[in-house]
């Protein structure tokens, strides 16, 4: 058991091996104390519990492993409310599915499952699932890397179960299917196989990636959720090699088959998504020094990916997959605005203090950023560092209710008084608030008359 697992040699054990040394050292802290609370458990039951999938292929690879996902060969549900209980930690379940999530004190969380098969009545649809057994189970798993398993209890902890060959393929390297209908079932899969093959620096196994490409062809994704496929697409987004998971998923067909057949990716992208990087850092770092509200590094990328599609089409495909009004906020900013305020910001004299606040402001952080990302330049990069640490701090000496108090009713007449006194401090003009003050008396009355 460790914090901070780092710098760990993969393992490639054979099937039945003892892994129970292995699983203490290589969790994190509150994974080993999810561990336990479930081995105790299981004792107490008597029910035989197994962790799976994606924590132990990490646990495998030296990586870092925070949580873990159980699976029990019996009731689920009735095993996490006895877990929770005798843990003293919360429960909710899903009784559709079978599972349940329990948060033990300090947070920890612990996904538990009736170990099951699953039938999908048609592709992109949520399955029927029915109670079965660990490698019923382990067949219904998406790839033979995320399909193998360590017994925790109620006894010989630490057997590996791996019935599918999932080791096999993890020490290759390989991204493998389990059978060949897998992207019919559930067509977000495709968007996974090559997130995995991306984040590893894998390879999709030649079957596989035919059966892929004969699932892309077919339009299976037009069967499935926005929802779901938004969350997929985000995921994508948000991997450390982003920008060749999206150039992979291109080749295979599937961004023209979600966006649209005359979708093109936008040239120089991995340059690109560098710079994005670079930036993503650079404001991530100044946020966090400052108090700045955060970025988030998915949304840059989104944008990149869309920076050559015409407005109205990316708006459409914002909205499509439901990627918030942020996204769209950003979308809008950046066709409407991004190369006024290039343009702009890359001048060599950009003007007044006034001129750069109203050309910045309201600008979302991501729309920043990428702006920071796509000009390459140094002074782009300061300027906006300007507006956010010198400019935008800055609180106007005169409000809205301070004109009322003068006399002056609410309305759009207010808003450009305050705009322009406000400017007028920004640019020196008017030194203190008492000038302020007096200078706004001034317009106040001289409009009165």
């Not at 004109?403 to 705009?419: C, D, F, Y």
Request: proline residues 4%.
């Amino acid at each position: 058991m460790s914090d901070i697992p780092s710098a760990l040699e993969p393992l490639y054990p054979e099937p039945g091996a003892d892994l129970g040394s292995i699983l203490d050292e290589r969790l994190t802290s509150a994974a080993f104390d999810a561990a336990q609370a479930v081995v105790r458990c299981s004792r107490s039951l008597g029910i035989p519990s197994y962790a799976v999938g994606g924590p132990i292929r990490d646990m495998l690879l030296g990586r870092s492993v925070t949580d873990i996902d159980v699976v029990v060969e019996g009731d689920g549900i009735s095993f996490a409310g006895e877990l929770a209980a005798g843990e003293k930690g919360k429960m909710v379940e899903y009784a559709r599915f079978g599972t349940a999530l329990v948060v033990l004190p300090g947070g920890v969380k612990i996904d538990v499952a009736t170990a099951r098969e699953e039938r999908y009545v048609k592709p992109g649809a949520l399955p029927a699932v029915e109670p079965g057994s660990l490698d019923r189970d382990l067949l219904r798993r998406d790839f033979s890397i995320n399909a193998m398993a360590v017994r925790l209890g109620p006894d010989e902890y630490g057997r590996f179960v791996d019935t599918y060959g999932g080791i096999r393929d993890l020490e290759a390297g390989l991204i493998r299917v389990m059978h060949d209908g897998s992207f019919t079932d559930d067509p977000t899969r495709i968007l996974r196989a090559v997130r995995f093959e991306t984040r590893y620096g894998f390879s999709i196994e030649d079957r596989t990636y035919r059966l892929l490409e004969d699932a892309v062809r077919s339009a299976v994704l037009a069967e499935v959720s926005r929802q779901r496929l938004r969350e997929e697409i985000v995921a994508v987004l948000k991997e450390e090699e982003a920008h060749s998971a999206v150039s992979r998923l291109y080749e295979a067909g599937v961004w023209k088959d979600l966006f649209g057949s005359d979708y093109r990716l936008p040239k120089k992208l991995e340059e690109r998504f560098q710079s994005a990087d670079e930036a993503i850092v650079w404001y991530s770092e100044l946020a966090e020094e400052h108090g700045l509200t955060g970025a988030r590094p998915w949304l840059v990328r989104w944008l990149l990916l869309m920076s050559d599609t015409p407005l109205g089409t990316t708006e459409r495909i914002t909205s499509k997959f439901h990627l918030g009004k942020t996204a769209l906020k950003s979308i809008s900013e950046l066709k409407e605005r991004l190369e006024k305020v290039r343009r702009f910001l890359e001048t060599g004299d950009f003007g007044s203090k006034s001129t750069l606040y109203r050309m910045m402001e309201g600008l979302a952080p991501e729309t920043m950023i990428y702006t920071v990302a796509v000009s390459g330049r140094e002074d782009t990069l300061h300027r906006i560092e300007q507006f956010l640490l010198e400019l935008r701090p800055i609180e106007a000496w005169v409000n809205g209710n301070d004109l009322k108090v003068m006399g002056l009713p609410e309305g759009p007449l207010m808003g450009r008084l305050l705009a322009q006194l406000f400017d007028a401090q920004l640019d020196g003009i008017i030194r203190t608030r008492e000038e302020a003050h007096i200078e706004a008396r001034k317009i106040v009355n001289n409009r009165s008359r």
